[in-house]
């Protein structure tokens, strides 16, 4: 059995979140794992490749998406939740920034939400979080999914990024969260441009000095795409070197869709800079 959330070292190697998109319209596999079986097979997948946390998410986020109402993101999370929860010994976070669908989610035991509003998208998200001791991703967005992409503009993105988080995790220790599970996301892809995506990728160790475990998420970003010219589909090898960088320049968990084939490039970062030296 993998180890409990409690029991993760970050610093001893980078984790592996894979991605369980329940959903029609996700830009990289919309509607392929949209019914219970087709979950729970991905699911057990990824486990058996090599998945530390499994992360499933019942709308897309995708830029230019429309919000799904809580009841939808519901019928599409909870079915596939349960037998996972039944089936694989790995932890579970909910990509939601619904406060009812993580209550109810970490009583069936799940063990992480990840709320790519930071606890901004529900104003009763975080006394949850609080009341279950669970564990918090806080994300970096301009924007929602819909306007994100819209001509996003900074002065500094790194530092800007650097002090939204900052305050977020402010925030969520003062609603009660524990500061041991706060995990911080720089957001790669909501609401920048591939040059800010760039920027974020080589200054990871500017968010490393805020102390909290860093998730990364690049698999088959738009940004690989404007880099390489190819298409969503064929980003693998991009994804893979992208995510070799982010591991060695101080991710602790990548956000995959690929586990079995990132896996391995994540490994060789992790042989190389066992104590992630290469942004230092």
């Not at 994300?139 to 992409?149: E, L, S």
């Not at 500094?156 to 977020?168: G, H, M, Q, R």
């Not at 795409?225 to 070197?241: E, K, L, M, N, Y």
């Amino acid at each position: 059995m993998l180890p409990a959330m409690k029991d993760l070292e970050f610093s001893k190697k980078t984790y592996i979140m894979g991605v369980i998109n329940v959903t029609p319209d996700s830009f990289y596999d919309g509607g392929k794992y949209l019914t219970v079986n087709a979950a729970v097979r991905h699911a057990e997948d990824l486990y058996k490749n090599g998945a530390d946390i499994l992360d499933i998410g019942g709308q897309s986020t995708r830029p230019g998406a429309r919000q799904v109402p809580e009841a939808e993101e519901a019928a599409r999370v909870f079915p596939v939740l349960r037998k996972i929860i039944k089936r694989i010994p790995c932890a579970v976070s909910i990509d939601t920034f619904y406060h009812s669908i993580a209550d109810r989610a970490l009583d069936m035991g799940a063990r992480m939400i990840n709320d790519i509003t930071a606890l901004n998208g529900d104003t009763e998200m975080a006394r949850v979080i609080a009341r279950h001791d669970a564990w918090i991703v806080l994300m970096h967005m301009k924007g929602t999914p819909r306007t994100m992409q819209k001509r996003p503009v900074y002065k500094n993105v790194v530092s800007e990024i650097t002090d939204y988080l900052k305050n977020a995790v402010k925030k969520a220790v003062k609603a009660g969260i524990s500061p041991e599970k706060i995990i911080i996301d720089p957001g790669i892809g909501f609401g920048k441009t591939a040059a800010h995506n760039i920027e974020i990728l080589k200054n990871l160790k500017v968010l490393k000095a805020l102390k909290k475990p860093l998730l990364v998420g690049l698999s088959n970003k738009a940004f690989i795409g404007h880099i390489t010219g190819r298409g969503v589909s064929d980003r693998a090898f991009g994804t893979a070197a992208a995510c070799a960088l982010a591991a060695a320049g101080g991710a602790d968990i990548l956000r995959i869709h690929d586990v079995a084939g990132m896996s391995d490039a994540v490994k060789i970062a992790d042989a190389v800079y066992p104590e992630k030296g290469i942004g230092k």
